[in-house]
């Protein structure tokens, strides 16, 4: 074969191969990778949850525990809050007051209530990291975030237990790394917005250091969500997600 020949061999392959690579990643693809990239075995975290309102600034910090995608517990540290615990495991939520030694499951339309006053829900707290189990995916095309190249994806809800019946996320090409997302009523009506606002490399991962959180329910309200440390796949007690422990 001439060089001729098989420079166009080559290019004809090449040119064969470019369409099948672009078709190659689908929307489940991409939400099953950015979950992934979000969760690990174990975790650790503290940081502070600030919210700037008509009323003023308040600031909560926290500390944070997770296991895998669905287990978690947090405990907040700051003096009016300190002792509160919520805690995720097997599907539910729980909220525990150490001062009237009171233990709450929530459910339905409490779990969207506002955490501490702030911008953000206790599902947006503690979701679990299982996106296809409650949404179906659309990959609408791609779009510069903080210029980022990212994938555009409107997130539909299968059921109603879900606090947003409408998703539309920007997830970054190379990390997965969701930069911006804007939650919506399934009549379009706009909820919340969200917005990655500096970002940590942890074990080759990026991942969210401080976000801004909107909740477009409240009037000239938002909340940034910042995380002081972040330890991953460390060894934790399995009882730190159990009912014993919240109430000890």
Not at 5 to 30: G, H, K, M, Q, Y
Not at 35 to 56: H, V
Not at 116 to 134: A, H
Not at 224 to 236: F, G, R
Request: net charge negative; glycine share 4%.
């Amino acid at each position: 074969m001439s060089n001729r020949t098989r420079l166009v061999a080559v290019t004809l392959v090449c040119l064969l191969c470019i369409p099948f690579s672009l078709a190659a990643i689908t929307a489940e693809d991409i939400i099953r990778t950015m979950d992934g990239m979000q969760t690990f075995e174990t975790s650790y975290s503290n940081g502070s949850i600030k919210t700037t309102d008509r009323f003023g600034v308040k600031e909560s910090t926290f500390k944070a525990w997770s296991q895998g995608s669905s287990d978690s517990l947090i405990e907040f540290t700051s003096t009016a809050e300190r002792g509160q615990k919520i805690l995720r495991t097997k599907g539910s939520l729980y909220l525990f007051y150490p001062d009237a030694e009171e233990l709450i499951r929530l459910q339905g339309a409490a779990l969207r209530q506002s955490m501490l006053g702030s911008d953000i829900s206790y599902e947006d707290m503690t979701e679990e990291k299982n996106t296809l189990d409650d949404y179906t995916v659309k990959l609408d095309g791609s779009e510069l975030v903080n210029g980022r190249d990212c994938h555009v994806l409107t997130l539909t809800a299968k059921t109603r237990q879900v606090a947003y019946p409408i998703q539309k996320i920007w997830v970054d090409k190379e990390t997965y790394l969701v930069w911006k997302a804007s939650y919506s009523t399934a009549q379009g009506r706009l909820l919340k917005e969200m917005q990655v606002l500096a970002t940590i490399v942890v074990e080759g991962r990026t991942l969210p250091k401080e976000s801004r959180i909107e909740d477009k329910m409240k009037r000239d309200s938002a909340t940034i969500m910042a995380l002081d440390t972040l330890e991953v796949n460390i060894p934790l007690d399995r009882k730190i997600f159990t009912l014993e422990n919240l109430t000890w």
